[in-house]
């Protein structure tokens, strides 16, 4: 290794200026990434935009978990491959026939994207712990080589999951713009829901509301479940439903305050979920255990995996829809007309087990699993080539990919954007309501009665003002009419 070809020259046989060289590109690279995250979050500070800080400090955590992992990997990658298992443990639960190993292998020298030099490197590398255990008669649990390429994969997929996640949010947010004109058309009326009420009759089969979810054969459920299910792929929410499901909201959460940006508010709501989606929780990593066990050559397990996402979609583009139509089927069996406009009540009812929440979390995951299908993809084009054994046929292939774009486009443009106004429906309102520095004075003022309850309880615990029970509807949001740059003022009812 001293003095063998430049290709394996160990650390003190490399050229300082091929060290410095590649540290400095590193060093730039990763000052260029953490400076660009900085002002980023600088920007959503200036801005007001709390909820967008808080999914960039999200970012930050998953790119700290990835670069521990890493390190790990990096650290303990020689003991790994010196750990050494009997041979026949390594025939079975195998990616690829073993019969076809040297085709592959030959393949791979041609085909593969990735660094062919670094790869003969980690093969000489590998060969060392393959030795190692070879001389107790057993196998290395895992090569270097296996290493790094698990690796680059783990680098791949929390990228990949990134990217996807923040595509799928963007283009859900440029859809959901497109409903700021029907908020901006109902604030010029200068409209008053009580006043409403009593100045005109609806009858509620006229309604455009219940005509386009109450009618017809939509009267049957399996014909309403249909009908919600094609829904999802054409106009998931046109201007009847925006307006019935905002003043459902308003007159339900907020009636001292007709005038409400519901826009504003579902805007927020929908901002802060995004640093949820982005994240990669812990039973997310579990799946990704699973999947690669489940690797097993003649089982075509990721091209089955690929419907999961899709069914998870489809499913959830469904109950969406149909809560729409249940809404406005409650209203149609209850009343032949009402005073003013058709008003829908929210209620968690009407989510699966009572928790719109849920909702949110099958998102979560469909998008991850989606995103695990294209990394591995990908992942799999660039290590190992397109025709390699890993990579599967490309009956199985093609199609995988094709589920990926369809979930990929429908989610952005359909499910997300129904999601951010239906999640609205349930019992109670998002904490997004408030503007993002009202909500930081509720916490301050909070916290400070909580400190000063604590300091009091010991001498006068029952005179305590946090024993008198505050609800949140004695909270009244009041924005001014023309001022439209001001934050809306909080006052307690009286």
Not at 204 to 227: C, M, N, Q, R, Y
Not at 283 to 291: A, H, K
Request: proline fraction near 4%; hydrophobic fraction near 45%.
């Amino acid at each position: 290794m001293a003095g063998g070809s430049t290709e394996g020259a160990a650390f003190e046989y490399t050229p300082t200026w091929i060290v410095a060289l590649v540290c400095t590109i590193i060093v730039a690279i990763s000052l260029f990434v953490e400076r660009f995250l900085h002002y980023a979050g600088k920007y959503f500070i200036k801005k007001n935009q709390a909820s967008l800080y808080q999914a960039l400090q999200k970012i930050k955590e998953e790119l700290m978990l990835l670069g521990f992992i890493s390190l790990l990997l990096t650290v303990l990658q020689d003991s790994i491959s010196k750990i050494c298992i009997p041979k026949g443990v390594m025939h079975h639960w195998l990616p690829c026939n073993p019969d076809k190993a040297v085709k592959s292998e030959s393949h791979l020298a041609d085909s593969s994207f990735f660094l062919p030099g670094a790869r003969r490197l980690l093969a000489a590398a590998a060969s060392e712990g393959v030795g190692y255990c070879e001389a107790k008669g057993k196998a290395p649990l895992l090569s270097l080589k296996a290493l790094h390429d698990l690796h680059i994969f783990i680098f791949v997929l929390a990228v990949s999951h990134f990217v996807f996640s923040a595509l799928t949010i963007l283009f859900g947010g440029l859809k959901i713009q497109q409903w700021r004109h029907w908020e901006e058309a109902i604030q010029k009326k200068e409209y008053d829901p009580e006043e409403a009420v009593q100045e005109k009759l609806t009858r509620v089969k006229d309604d455009a509301f219940i005509k386009a979810h109450f009618s017809g054969a939509s009267k049957i459920a399996l014909f309403s479940w249909t009908k919600s299910f094609f829904k999802q792929f054409y106009g998931s929410v046109s201007k009847s439903d925006y307006t019935t499901l905002r003043l459902g909201f308003i007159m339900n959460h907020c009636k001292g305050n007709p005038k409400f940006n519901f826009y504003n508010y579902m805007t927020r709501a929908f901002e802060r979920d995004f640093k949820k989606v982005v994240g990669i929780s812990w039973y997310l990593w579990l799946f990704v255990i699973l999947f690669l066990l489940v690797n097993v050559t003649g089982w075509h397990a990721y091209f089955w995996i690929s419907f999961i996402p899709l069914l998870i979609l489809l499913a959830v583009g469904t109950k969406l829809e149909h809560i729409i139509s249940q809404l406005a089927q409650e209203v149609a069996q209850k009343h032949i007309a009402v005073a003013g406009d058709v008003v829908v009540k929210p209620s968690d009812d009407l989510f699966w087990f009572r928790k719109p929440r849920l909702v949110l979390l099958l998102i979560h995951v469909l998008l991850f699993q989606n995103a695990f299908e294209i990394a591995i993809f990908f992942w799999m084009l660039v290590m190992y080539g397109f025709n390699s054994c890993i990579m599967g046929s490309i009956g199985f292939v093609i199609p995988r990919l094709i589920i990926g774009v369809i979930v990929q486009l429908l989610c952005s443009y359909s499910t997300l954007p129904i999601y951010a106004i239906v999640a609205q429906m349930g019992s109670s309102f998002n904490s997004a309501i408030f503007e993002d520095r009202i909500q930081v004075g509720l916490v301050g003022w909070a916290q400070k009665a909580k400190k000063n309850n604590k300091k009091g309880s010991v001498s006068n615990h029952k005179e305590s003002p946090l024993h008198k029970k505050v609800e949140m509807t004695e909270i009244q949001v009041q924005e001014p009419p023309k001022d439209k740059g001001k934050s809306p003022e909080i006052e307690p009812a009286t």
